[in-house]
C-alpha cells in the first residue's frame, strides 16, 4: 500500500542552524502539507503547497521556514535559523485531490539544542 | 474562527464500547476526520464523514455527525487493547488544511 515516508525520524541540531526536513509524498497525490506537534500538544498546520506553490500557510510559518518540491517526488520543509521552540515532531502530509483522504507520513522529530 | 475541542482522557474496559466525542465551531467545515496517534508513531486516518452526512460505519467503527449541534463523535464496538491510542477529530474545507482538536486518550481496562 502506498505510503507517505519522512526522512530522518529524528534529528538533532543546535539552535541557529539550518535544518531541511525531507518527505516522499504519495506519488500520484497533488496537494502537500506540513504540520508540527509539540510534545503533548495538538497537531498545527503550518503550510500547504499545490500546483509548485503555497497555497496557505499559517502564523507559524514565518520567514524562517520554507517549502520546496524540488523534483517530481520529493518535498521538503527548511528551517533557517532554529530556535529551541521550533522542537516538535514534524508531520508531511499528501492528498489525491478527487478523494479527500489526507496520509500522514510517520514523522521527523527535531529537537533544538 | 475554528475551534475543536475533545475530552482528554476515556477509560474503557476490555470488550466495550467506547465513545470519543468531539465539538467543533465552524458550520462551514465539509470534512471531519479521525485520526489514530498510537505512541511514537504518526497519524492514521480512520474514517471521515461529508458533512452533509449524519452517520458513517466502517466495520467496528461508527461515525455520528450532529451538524446542528457542531458534534462529531466516535464509536468503537468490543474496544480491544490494540484500540489504545491519542484519537484526534479535525476539520477541513475540502483541500484544504486541517485543523486538529486537543486529541483524546483512550486507555483501555482490562
Known amino acids: 500500500e502506498p505510503e507517505v515516508t519522512q526522512t530522518p525520524s529524528h534529528q538533532v541540531t543546535q539552535m541557529g542552524q539550518e535544518v531541511i526536513l525531507r518527505c516522499v509524498p504519495i506519488s500520484n497525490h497533488l496537494y502537500f502539507y506540513w504540520y508540527r506537534q509539540i510534545l503533548g500538544q495538538k497537531v498545527e498546520f503550518l503550510v500547504s503547497f499545490y500546483n509548485n506553490e503555497i497555497s496557505e500557510k499559517s502564523e507559524i510559518f514565518d520567514d524562517q521556514f520554507s517549502v520546496e518540491r524540488p523534483d517530481g517526488s520529493n518535498f521538503t520543509l527548511k528551517i533557517r535559523s532554529t530556535k529551541l521552540e521550533d522542537s516538535a515532531m514534524y508531520f508531511c502530509?499528501?492528498?489525491?485531490?478527487?478523494?479527500?483522504?489526507?496520509?500522514f507520513g510517520p514523522g521527523t522529530r527535531l529537537t533544538v539544542t | 474562527g475554528e475551534d475543536v475541542e475533545q475530552s482528554l482522557f476515556l477509560s474503557v474496559r476490555e470488550g466495550d464500547s467506547s465513545v470519543i466525542n468531539c465539538t467543533y465551531t465552524?458550520?462551514?467545515?465539509?470534512?471531519l476526520y479521525w485520526y489514530k496517534q498510537e505512541p511514537g508513531a504518526g497519524l492514521q486516518l480512520l474514517t471521515y464523514?461529508?458533512?452533509?452526512?449524519d452517520m458513517k460505519q466502517d466495520q467496528r467503527l461508527t461515525v455520528l455527525l450532529n451538524k446542528k449541534d457542531k458534534h462529531l463523535s466516535l464509536r468503537i464496538a468490543d474496544t480491544q487493547t490494540g484500540d489504545s491510542a491519542i484519537y484526534f477529530c479535525a476539520e477541513s474545507f475540502g483541500n484544504e488544511k486541517l485543523t486538529f482538536g486537543t486529541g483524546t486518550r483512550l486507555t483501555i481496562i482490562p
Open positions: 464523514i461529508f458533512s452533509n452526512m
Open positions: 502530509a499528501s492528498l489525491e485531490g478527487k478523494t479527500r483522504e489526507q496520509y
Open positions: 465552524d458550520s462551514s467545515s465539509t470534512y
